[in-house]
DNA sequence: CTTGACACAGAACAGGCGTTCGGTTATTAT
DNA sequence: ATAATAACCGAACGCCTGTTCTGTGTCAAG
């Protein structure tokens, strides 16, 4: 009869090695050498790590670059895929007019609390991540785009749209920001709000009707419970 | 009159190899070496490398270890944020029952296309990422939670809730699954819509009313358009 | 008891890798 | 013209690092 010496599976060194390695890589941005592996769970030979690292592949847990320096990295869901920080402009409100994104300010400096951290896989894969910008909503005034007061509105800038696009506009008729699908017709433009029980409002083709940008992503965050 | 030799900033060289470092990191995980960055930009000398990379430094555009084997990382926003992977475990929709997350199945070879990447950062602090899951919405049936068809709403695995979180319920009553928030009130359970301006829903305590999880997030994609 | 798999240690080797230094070329200021 | 400087190249030095090999103690099966 078989029988193990320890656990199945994850031994107390195997999790070990894989938290630091986890935790070191958040930290470096790099990953460990093998010495430095062991120094941090209480190995002292080099050789019982790469034991220990080969059966984490075999496992599927890390995968490895043999030979090159610090080639170890953590396989699937735990592994940072990769972000793009999106600047958080300003409010959008129906009252105030829209934030714009200037292409002349550099948002490289821009700490957490102004942005937002999106992964690429969400976005559309044509996204580079220039002209994007966050708009935080304030207000109940968008909830006929079916959006919430505190969402936030990841928007590419634009000031032209295609039909069935949601745009933000910057309605002057009405001194009012909008968030609404638009739809170009034979003589008007077409702003069609996005619960579909709602009507639309139409547009002369000559009045001033202010692109902003398009929407790309709504985000809302459930943070804390609603109070009624 | 100082003058310099071409371009103020990133020269052409500065630009490649920061390009270099960003996409070599984004593929393998790890960054590259001196020599590695040497031949995929066309320098020859490991000096030369150096001395660019020196210069990127005090730019602030990269931060070095020095002495540490690949031990160059992009600096700032660039730089990928921390993030989960969660699991998509199936569509949500009035008349289907809810996916639950199952604690002995293993998400974690789960690839891209079943699971979205949501940055630590945008999620509540004490989120640890266990418990979390995702469905995405079928229909328009979560139209009065504000949710739309297409949405993905992330989850946390719960069976009771506290007063003013929205939860996902399968009512047996009614033979549907439905987003509210959720109130104990004295002797009935009331389900309150998003949307302001719906009527909320009551329950006897003595009903079955099966929480499957609380709602951390929901995300909109807005892909394509609206085809109307 | 013997065998063999397993978990581990230590040392030595070879190639990887960052650093440094001497040298070359071209541009610019004086 | 000349000196200064920025932008390179090539080679050598030496630590860093993954690999490999020998050896030791433990535990369970035969």
Not at 50 to 72: A, C, H, P, T
Not at 83 to 91: A, H, M, S
Not at 170 to 184: H, P
């Amino acid at each position: 009869m078989m029988m193990v010496r320890k656990s199945k599976g994850l031994g107390e060194r195997h999790q070990k090695i894989l938290d630091f390695v986890l935790a070191y890589q958040r930290e470096n941005r790099y990953p460990p050498s093998i010495r430095e592996i062991g120094e941090k769970t209480g190995i002292t030979s080099t050789s019982v790590v790469n034991y220990y690292l080969d059966q984490l592949e075999k496992m599927g847990k890390i995968e490895r670059d043999r030979k090159i320096s610090r080639g170890v990295r953590v396989a699937g869901p735990n592994a940072s895929a990769d972000t793009l920080r999106i600047p958080i402009l300003g409010p959008i409100a129906a009252g105030i007019p829209l934030p714009e994104l200037d292409p002349n300010v550099s948002y490289l400096n821009d700490n957490e609390a102004n942005a937002v951290d999106i992964a690429r896989s969400l976005l559309p894969a044509k996204e580079k991540g220039d002209n994007l910008y966050a708009l935080e909503v304030k207000g109940d005034s968008m909830i006929d785009a079916m959006i919430n007061d505190g969402d936030i509105v990841v928007m590419k800038q634009a000031s032209e749209a295609r039909n069935g696009e949601m745009v933000a506009v910057w309605l002057s008729r009405d001194n009012e920001a909008t968030l609404k699908y638009f739809f170009k017709e034979k003589d008007r433009i077409r702003l069609q709000p996005a619960n579909p029980t709602m009507k639309p409002q139409y547009y002369k083709k000559t009045e001033p009707l202010e692109i902003k940008g398009k929407v790309v992503m709504v985000i809302r965050k459930m943070d804390r419970p609603l109070a009624v």
